[in-house]
């Protein structure tokens, strides 16, 4: 018989889940996806609205990953 309550699994305190927002890989996933919206917007030759705002989508996704590659896992 062992004692589950010596297990070196419980000695080790649990890490508190952080939400979603703060989390690198899922954020990033979603800089990467405002990223690749920019340059779509950049090279479609339909809607000039589009393309008007498609240097400014490219920055802010730019801009968001470099802060959210610093986040910790």
Known sequence: MTD???TPHSLTPA???RP???RRGPMEAVAVT???LGFLM????FLLVLYTYS???LLAGTFM???VSKFPE
Do not use: W
Request: no cysteine.
């Open 20 to 22: 979603f927002f703060l």
């Open 65 to 67: 990953f470099m802060i």
């Open 4 to 6: 589950q309550s010596l």
């Open 42 to 45: 950049l090279f479609q030759p």
């Open 34 to 36: 405002v990223i690749a």
């Open 15 to 17: 890490k508190p889940r």
């Open 55 to 57: 240097l400014v989508t």
